[in-house]
């Protein structure tokens, strides 16, 4: 039985070309959250950028997996698990942007800010209708907590750079950059550390996602859902393949495994 359910967010939720939450999918979770089950976001976004736009609107979530399970909260904002970069990777990022400069973004837990803001941050950006973060000094990121890395420039680029961070893994859900973070730490290990705090089994578990970074997600979960857009990689990990976010794909998965909803 199907007790929690875990949302990625950008080509799941929500729409590369609206922007928006398709009705038929807001519809959907009202109806499965007023029958029990329990609704968690899991997304590699920043929480600041959750509010952004205010994308989520009032829909019943009970908890978060930020930062693609670096950052985990529930709804009153409890912290449930955190996991931090390594510093020595990240003095190892830095002498090689200092080597060969691209856009990168370092990820506090109540802040971001990039060494340089180019046209690969702006058309990242813009793909997902964020505002352009701020720019800051990038060495505090020796001193502070990093949750999370992003670095803007094409897959085959990033060799240089994580082969100075053996502590960390890269993982895509755009094409434009990379989200990085601890080895060890995915979405997966979010989702369980959310789904033991309210003390539900992970074989009574959904996931729904779409990229890259959903895979291990999915894996972990009892029933693993593809969108209809997601990769074929995403799409050969999952229990089953719903329809595009464009076309009720939401919807359609619920109506395939909480037919008693409707």
């Keep these: ?104 973004l ?49 897959q085959e680029q990033e060799a240089f750079y994580m082969d100075a961070m053996p502590h960390s893994i890269a993982t895509r859900w755009s094409p434009y950059f990379s989200d990085i973070g601890p080895r060890g730490g995915s979405k997966a290990v979010g989702i369980e550390k959310l789904a033991a705090h309210f003390s539900i089994p992970m074989s009574d578990v959904m996931a729904i996602g779409d990229g890259e970074n959903d895979i291990d997600m999915l894996r972990a979960a009892g029933i693993g859902v593809a969108m209809g857009n997601a990769s074929d990689a995403v799409k050969k990990v999952a229990n089953y393949v719903t329809t595009d976010v464009d076309h009720d794909g939401i919807l359609n998965a619920f109506k395939q495994f909480l037919p008693f909803i409707f």
């Design 1 to 104: 039985m199907i007790k929690a359910i875990f949302f990625d967010i950008d080509g799941t939720l929500v729409s590369f070309q609206t922007h928006t939450i398709p009705e038929s999918a807001k519809r959907a979770l009202c109806a499965a959250h007023a029958h029990g089950v329990r609704l968690f976001i899991a997304t590699g976004r920043h929480r600041l950028l959750l509010k952004e736009g205010n994308i989520l609107g009032d829909l019943p979530f009970d908890g978060y997996v930020t930062l693609n399970g670096q950052y985990c909260y529930t709804r009153d904002g409890q912290m449930i698990h955190e996991q931090c970069v390594d510093p020595t990777d990240i003095a190892g990022l830095l002498a090689r942007l200092e080597e060969k400069s691209s856009a990168c």
């Design 106 to 154: 370092l990820i506090e837990r109540d802040r971001m800010y990039a060494n340089l803001i180019n046209e690969h941050v702006k058309r990242a950006w813009s793909a997902v209708k964020f505002s352009i973060p701020p720019i800051g000094d990038v060495r505090q990121a020796l001193h502070n907590h990093i949750y999370q890395i992003n670095l803007f420039l094409p």
